[in-house]
């Protein structure tokens, strides 16, 4: 292992470019700004925690919804993919069982003390439940959580509908299958990981899909039918081949305030599955809803229906698209992906909040995309929504423009261009490391 700043000398001049490359392409410009946020990150490990010491480098990318809009807590089917967005961290074991992290942007320095192993209820929401959370089923899973300190900064766009949250989470998760585990965890385990601490100490109803997109790397197609062993099958999406480019435009409302919001889409959707005396929807036939729309409308209300209606025909949806993209039907895969975008907005109505009617940003973003493409790309909201990001696939030729126009609406550079990256969550080995 090397010193930090043995590292940040071996990157300042161009000699983990190789590295870089691989992670994040060729382009000039996008090699020289990895090495400044590599040389950064390195050096303000050492502003806060000292110079000298051995440390590792870990990456964990952000996720893109391709297709099943909320059908992973449902056990559906879920169509999704890593981007080349992603937190780094620069990390180094710590005796004793504090966790020092201290994240690029954010003021606080999150310290938690891992001998105390409950939820803390002032940490309800924050980062540090998540660390706390994430360390404790680790240990209740055989394995070992010890102290470290780390230095992080991302890329993947906070409160956005990017999973900047499952990022994070499965980068933590990494650095303790690498420094405590000796990597003994698969990738399927740290999603879980990562999912036990959001939804048990972080107080977030969320699915496996978003960490697991994290973990695992380019695209994936997961069926949920058995949560505790889904069923995860890869794909291919090559957008260069097809002339194609996916923008992602942050309108900038964060999803942090709107973990009600996502519950309520949950919890209506399992009234339903509770009116039939089952867990979740995919243990209900959808023809025995469909006959039962009167009686659930009085029950359960119209929203929940139509909620439980989207995640049928969306998981349906889900399997087709990776079908077309198995198939080389680009045009097919395309024309879900619209049809997907139609369904949450109507029937999964997560589009906005009807508390505030006055904020609609996901609607006015997918208003300018119709008119910019006229026909000419697709486009939908990404992930969770009620605010956030949408995606748009379309011509190379029209990027520039389309990217344009959205910034001209909601800020300079919140348009970007995104790609899949096929690795998940990973320790980086610098090249002189590499046997």
């Known amino acids: 292992m090397a010193t930090s700043g043995e590292l940040f000398r071996q990157f300042s001049c161009g000699g983990q470019d190789a590295l870089l490359r691989r992670l994040y392409g060729t382009a000039p410009a996008q090699l020289a700004r990895q090495r400044a946020r590599y040389c950064h990150v390195l050096q303000r490990f050492e502003q806060y925690y000292g110079a000298g ?15 099943g809009n909320h059908t992973d807590h449902q056990n559906g089917i879920a169509l ?69 300190d780390a230095y992080t ?22 650095i303790w299958n690498a420094l405590d585990n000796q990597g003994h965890f698969s990738p399927l385990d740290t999603a879980r990981f990562a999912q036990y601490a ?32 889904p069923r995860i099958r890869r ?50 036939p959808e023809e025995t809803v469909r006959q039962n729309i009167v009686p659930l409308r009085k029950a359960c209300g119209d929203r929940a229906v139509l909620r439980a209606l989207h995640f049928y025909a969306e998981s349906r949806r ?6 077309c993209l198995l198939q080389g039907d680009f045009a097919g895969f395309l024309a879900l992906v619209a049809e997907s975008g139609h369904s949450a907005f109507e029937y999964n109505q997560n589009a906005y909040c009807i508390h505030t009617p006055d904020k609609q940003a996901i609607p006015l973003a997918l208003a300018i995309s119709q008119e910019v493409l006229r026909g000419r790309g697709v486009y939908r909201l990404q992930g969770g929504g009620f605010a956030g990001t949408i995606q748009a696939f379309l011509p190379q030729t029209l990027r520039e423009n ?29 090249e002189e490391s590499l046997s």
Do not use: W
């Open 80 to 148: 999704a993919a890593a981007a080349n967005l992603d937190i780094i961290a620069v990390a180094a074991p710590a005796r004793g069982s504090l966790v020092r992290v201290k994240s690029y942007g954010f003021d606080k320095l999150d310290v938690v003390d891992l001998s105390e192993q409950a939820p803390q209820a002032q940490e309800s929401t924050h980062s540090a439940s998540l660390i706390r959370g994430i360390a404790g089923e680790i240990r209740r899973c055989g394995g070992t959580a010890n102290g470290f």
């Open 53 to 67: 010491r051995q440390v590792r480098i870990f990456s964990a990318p952000g996720r893109l919804e391709l297709g």
């Open 402 to 430: 389309y990217c344009t126009a959205m910034d001209a609406v909601f800020g300079a550079g919140s348009c970007h261009a995104v790609t899949v990256r096929e690795s998940g969550a990973q320790e980086l080995l610098p």
């Open 318 to 323: 889900a399997e087709r698209e990776y079908q």
């Open 153 to 174: 900064a991302s890329d993947v766009l906070r409160g956005s509908g990017l999973s900047s949250s499952a990022a994070f989470e499965t980068c933590i998760a990494t």
């Open 198 to 229: 959001e939804n048990t100490f972080f107080g977030k109803p969320s699915g496996l899909l978003d960490p697991l997109s994290c973990t695992e790397g380019g695209v994936i197609c997961v069926d949920f039918a058995d949560p505790k062993a």
């Open 235 to 284: 794909g291919k999406l090559d957008l260069a081949k097809a002339g194609y480019c996916l923008c992602v435009t942050d309108t900038r409302g964060s999803h942090s305030e709107l973990t009600g919001e996502f519950a309520r889409i949950r919890t209506e959707m399992e009234s339903v599955s509770r009116y039939f005396g089952a867990d979740v929807l995919r243990q209900v």
